[in-house]
């Protein structure tokens, strides 16, 4: 069974440039989720989709991140623009449902320069 | 707010030892999660503990929960070299939507 795929798996930009990161879930998992994990912490959930509907993003920025997850599979992050602070790992993780175990992407790794 | 907290965040021990990692949690929680993550790695699910005395073993982990104390353990026995990563603890709750509130991590290093 293929795994969480992510997209690219690192990207160097300077403060106030755009970026975007593109997720595709195991098949078949309802279940979205995007984390941020910063050097030397645990991953922080930003959003939290169920097939292509929100159920909780009151940890994203929303001044400057936005995603989504058109169709109820792949799933776009999109930071405009960037801060230095935004230098993180960007983790996608799916699960079958919301109460099943999360299975993580490989990540992209984020500089800000 | 759900708050996890780990302790060791840095160990370092010799092979063959024993060590426990510990994980406690602020509020009630449906599951607690251990996760292991690899250098430059993605985080690799190694247990799923669901109710109070809940206790699984994989190799030379061992997991166990006390939902009372709000306390989670995870067992070193005899470590090797191959067992160096950083691990994590989460827990996740009806009420945030069963995301996953992690700890800060505890790094692992195994010496010969």
């Known amino acids: 069974e293929a795994g969480v795929a992510q997209s690219p798996r690192y990207k160097i930009i300077e403060k106030r440039q755009s970026v975007a990161f593109w997720c595709n879930p195991i098949?078949?998992?309802?279940?979205l989720y995007w984390y941020q994990q910063i050097l030397g912490q645990g991953p922080k959930l930003l959003i939290q989709f169920q097939n292509n509907g929100v159920v909780d993003d009151s940890q994203l920025p929303k001044d400057r991140f936005s995603a989504e997850r058109l169709k109820g599979v792949d799933s776009t992050l999109k930071i405009q623009p960037a801060k230095l602070e935004d230098s993180a790992v960007y983790l996608c993780?799916?699960?079958?449902?919301?109460?099943?175990?999360?299975?993580f992407g490989p990540g992209t790794r984020l500089t800000v320069l | 707010e759900l708050k996890v907290e780990q302790n060791p965040l840095f160990l370092s021990m010799q092979e063959g030892k024993n060590y426990t990692i510990y994980c406690n949690y602020s509020?009630?929680?449906?599951?607690l999660y251990w996760y292991r993550q690899d250098p430059g790695k993605s985080l690799e699910s190694l247990f799923v503990?669901?109710?109070?005395?809940a206790v699984k073993q994989e190799g030379r982990l061992m997991a166990s929960l006390d939902t009372k104390a709000r306390l989670s353990t995870l067992h070193i026995t005899a470590a090797v070299h191959d067992l160096s990563a950083t691990y994590f603890c989460a827990v996740d709750t009806r009420n945030s939507g069963y995301a996953l509130n992690f700890g800060k991590g505890t790094s692992l290093l195994v010496t010969p």
């Open positions: 993780a799916s699960s079958l449902d919301l109460t099943s175990t999360q299975y």
């Open positions: 503990l669901l109710s109070n005395g």
């Open positions: 098949s078949g998992h309802a279940t």
């Open positions: 509020t009630t929680s449906d599951r």
